[in-house]
């Protein structure tokens, strides 16, 4: 059996609002073979998510650099971390450095949004691309479309919980992108049938096992996807290969 690798998990250690160090996820990992992880900076160690009008401050942008530094600094025996950058309004790439693995670009409904006209999202977005680096997207679904369809060709999209909180899975199949070559999906907290689903219209090759930790279990997670009884190779290619596929093509600047 090969090693499983969770797209998708979020550690820290500014906000204390809920259960969510990297020693918390750890102590999940008993007894399952997941021995690689991608992971994302909590929200609110980014942006006040329950500020419409939130405004950025010096604080703010200290508190984002450190956040993500700290993912960075993530060497655990027996796990292999992925540390993705969080992104926000002052479009910061140049904090990038050859050990991000990809780009966290979240918000929801009712939070501050994303300033997609300003000539530095295009920029950061350039900075992406030359580096090749995937981009976990959770988005409203107006604002999904926007980005797959006129922002970021070229980018590889990882849309989480196939869609979930993008607008859900069937409008965005409805729009298209699930058929598009640069969008991907994870699994994370996805229901069976829409799992199922995707496999039958789409194929394999472009989906991600996620647990979305702490929000969900990553051990429940992975049992959900090991009872469909998928065929071996479809398996292995969600939990691990695809992954890895996608990680070798990153551009190590």
């Known amino acids: 059996m090969s090693s499983v690798i969770d797209a998708h ?22 007894g399952t073979d ?14 006040d998510r329950y500020d419409f009008h939130f405004t950025d401050t010096p604080a703010w942008r200290l508190r984002r650099q450190k956040s993500n530094a700290y993912l960075l600094s993530l060497d655990p025996a027996g796990l292999t971390v992925f540390p993705y950058f969080f992104i926000w309004n002052d479009f910061a790439v140049e904090q990038l450095t050859a050990a991000h693995c990809g780009i966290k670009w979240h918000r929801h409904a009712g939070e501050p949004v994303y300033r997609y006209d300003d000539p530095k999202c295009r920029a950061a977005v350039d900075e992406i691309r030359r580096r090749n680096l995937p981009v976990v997207l959770e988005e409203e679904f107006d604002n ?20 979930l909180l993008n607008g859900g ?4 199949a409805e729009a298209g992108l699930w058929e598009r070559k640069n969008v991907w999906a994870d699994t994370a907290l996805a229901s069976e049938y829409e799992i199922r689903e995707y496999l039958r219209r789409y194929g394999p090759s472009r989906l991600l096992f996620g647990s979305d930790f ?6 429940a997670e992975l049992r959900k ?14 939990l691990s290969n695809n992954f890895l596929r996608l990680q070798a093509g990153v551009v190590r600047l």
Not at 40 to 47: D, K
Not at 169 to 172: A, G, L, N, R
Request: glycine share 8%.
């Open 144 to 163: 999904t479309i926007r980005f797959v369809l006129e922002l970021v060709e070229g980018v590889t999209v990882i849309i989480p919980h196939l869609g």
């Open 225 to 238: 996807v090991r009872s469909l009884g998928l065929d071996p190779e479809v398996e292995a290619a969600v």
């Open 169 to 172: 899975f069937q409008s965005i």
């Open 214 to 219: 702490p929000f969900g279990s990553p051990s």
């Open 34 to 47: 997941i021995r690689g992880t991608a992971l994302f900076s909590p929200v609110l160690e980014i942006y």
């Open 9 to 30: 998990a979020h550690c820290g250690v500014i906000d204390r609002s809920m259960s969510q160090s990297f020693e918390a996820y750890a102590r999940q990992l008993a």
